[in-house]
């Protein structure tokens, strides 16, 4: 089955949260045990996308944004047994196109594995006459 099965919605009602939350925080290597709380918390303050078709939802993705000038591309995942079928081009063409649509100026995303898909979409590695810097906390209070 090619990806012209599957179709995409940013309506939050509609996504399977017990299956993004099982894949997210136990297949993935950047949120490995996030709770369920903290997913919905985040799904919350996002524009979350689904990915779906027969076997239910298959992918999610979410922007962080203002909705004007900015956005975090963050949480991208498909499910591995559809892996190989141009979902995640999918994905990331209806995100893009969201971005654009909004006239984001920054989209902002980190990886550790997939910067060949991300790099398809206009995406490269920072370099611009900005000084990016960023704070981390160690956890959460």
């Known amino acids: 089955m090619g990806s012209e099965a599957y179709e995409i919605s940013t309506d939050p009602d509609r996504l399977d949260r017990d299956w993004v939350h099982r894949v997210i925080s136990t297949d993935t ?3 490995e045990g996030r709770t369920r ?3 919905d918390h985040a799904i919350a303050h996002s ?3 689904g990915v779906y078709g027969p076997e239910g939802q298959v992918a999610f993705g979410r922007l962080v944004t203002d909705r004007t000038y900015f956005a975090w591309l963050s949480d991208v995942f498909v ?11 999918l994905l990331m063409n209806r995100i ?6 909004m006239g984001l100026r ?11 898909l991300y790099r398809q979409f206009g995406f490269d590695d920072i370099g611009d006459d900005y000084s990016w810097m960023y704070r981390v ?3 959460r209070p």
């Open 29 to 31: 290597y950047w949120a």
């Open 106 to 116: 920054r989209v902002l995303l980190a990886t550790g594995d997939a910067q060949g």
């Open 79 to 89: 499910d591995r047994s559809v892996r190989g079928q141009g979902i995640s081009k």
């Open 137 to 139: 906390w160690d956890a």
């Open 37 to 39: 709380e903290d997913m």
């Open 96 to 101: 893009v196109a969201d971005a654009e649509e």
């Open 47 to 49: 524009l979350a996308y």
